[in-house]
């Protein structure tokens, strides 16, 4: 369990052609990768997330299938985290958010993703 000064949270990441590491579990070869850029994968989350938010789909379900981060395999669930664990963007958005919010788009160095705060 998250201590005080740690949180939780899941997170769906799609990579792009600007990602540090163009290759995933889902692509290993990054072909996919290479040819998405960070304006489709931005439209690709976002269409995602909207889901989500109104109920058509389940975080966690969409996240094992879409998902380009290991993390898939737990529904996204990343564990617990403290500060300096993450890059600064992705922490940022994670502390911001409270247990059980969604956040928009977050930027980082991995690619695209959203961000669901579990504790």
């Known amino acids: 369990m998250a201590s005080r000064d740690q949180v939780k949270a899941s997170h769906i990441l799609i990579k ?5 590491r163009k290759a995933s579990w ?3 070869e990054g072909k996919i990768i290479m040819t998405t850029t960070r304006e489709a994968a931005v439209e690709q989350l976002k269409s995602i997330r909207e889901d989500i938010v109104s109920g058509k789909a389940n ?11 290991s993390s898939a395999k737990r529904g ?10 993450m890059q600064k ?3 940022e958005a ?3 958010l409270k ?3 969604i956040s928009d788009i977050v930027d980082t160095d991995s690619g ?3 961000i669901k705060r579990t504790a």
């Open 16 to 20: 792009h052609q600007g990602s540090r």
């Open 112 to 114: 695209v993703h959203i």
């Open 76 to 85: 996204g669930d990343l564990g617990p985290f403290g500060r300096g664990q």
């Open 99 to 101: 247990v059980g919010d």
């Open 89 to 91: 963007p992705f922490e």
């Open 94 to 96: 994670t502390y911001a």
């Open 59 to 69: 975080f966690e379900d969409v996240a094992t299938r879409v998902s380009d981060c």
């Open 26 to 28: 889902k692509d290993p």
